[in-house]
């Protein structure tokens, strides 16, 4: 065992200056959140040491602890896997699943570097834990559940630490405020957990500047944008919580189902009708494309003579560029791009 020194942050993040520990791993009950910056001091006792040792942070009410820098991780969507290589983390990974549809040009070189375990859907427990794994990170809560790799208290009792993006939480309270700072504060998280710091604070300070222009651009200022990402008897949307959300803020626009609550949700035909936006963003993903959802509303009675269709005014961008995560920056410059704002 080697000694380290850590710094808490009132998020919850605490960043180790290391040298080689074990590999155990833990994960507990929700703990208090760290208060303002504090130095925590090298030398003690054994057990101080120790403490010193891991890297902890909270995520949707459970503390998250690492004796270090994960090195065996596993990614079980594709938001997961893309925000772990935003930040280099490839060469401490030894698994991914779940694509929504393809990984980002600037990634796939990475993303070949690692083996897939199942890119349509998630793992299975046993071939999860196969892979001998330190730590295992969803985008969606739904991704520990008992249909799918197992609960994240199972994985508590083999020593497996577990992350779930914090705009996932099961619990809907524990998520955090809809807003770019969230963002920023998840892809930290990776920094934290992975040690690469210096890396995820490069990427939030990338993001950071590409939204700035894109604010100031406003491309769809005055103008009434719906997000459609799929299904046709009823229409699933971008809500008032969530990716879609931001990017139509950040690009000026108004979300016709802004008094819907949740990232995505069930709408309906006739708000759209009513609201005859001027832009329609199509999600574009493997189980329902973006050209599916054009020639459906070109060739329905009643959504061919909204204006945005009249017009051919669609938006089209990867669902995976509408999630919350490192990626979401792109989505928003896609569809700024698309208005006339630049940026892509």
Known sequence: ????????????????LRTPVSRRVISSAALSVAAALT???????????????????????????????????????QGATESALS????GQMVGTAYLDDTIAPQWQA????????????????????ETKPDLVLASYSSA??????????????????????PFGCKDKSKRPPVAWDSIATEITDYGTLFGRETEADAVVAQM??????????????????????????????????????????????????????????DGSWETVLKANPDVIVLADASWDTAEAKKE??????????LK????????????????????LIEGASLVSEQLGGGQA
């Open 144 to 165: 520990f559940d008992d249909k799918a790799v197992g609960s994240q208290e199972s994985f508590d009792e083999v020593g497996i630490a577990t992350y779930v993006s």
């Open 308 to 327: 945005a269709v009249r017009d051919n005014a669609f938006v089209v961008v990867p669902f995976s560029a509408g999630t919350p995560g490192p990626r």
């Open 87 to 90: 930040i280099g983390a490839e």
């Open 208 to 265: 950071r500047e590409t939204l700035a222009g894109i604010e100031s651009a406003a491309p769809a200022k005055g103008k009434s944008i719906f997000w459609y990402d799929s299904n046709t008897d009823t229409p699933y949307v971008g809500g008032n919580a969530g990716g879609p959300q931001l990017i139509i803020d950040a690009v000026g626009g108004t979300n016709i189902f802004a008094g819907l609550d949740g990232a995505w949700a």
């Open 296 to 305: 459906y509303l070109r060739n329905d009675p009643a959504l061919k003579d």
């Open 1 to 16: 065992m080697t000694h380290n020194c850590t710094f808490s942050t009132s998020h919850g993040r605490r960043v180790a």
């Open 39 to 77: 130095l925590a001091a090298c030398g003690g006792s054994s057990e101080s040491d120790a403490d010193a040792a891991s890297i902890s942070l909270q995520n949707c009410g459970r503390t998250v602890t690492l004796d270090g820098p994960a090195e065996r991780a596993v990614t079980l969507n």
């Open 110 to 129: 990475a993303y070949a570097q690692v083996p897939a375990l199942d890119e349509k859907d998630y793992p299975s427990r046993e071939a999860l834990l």
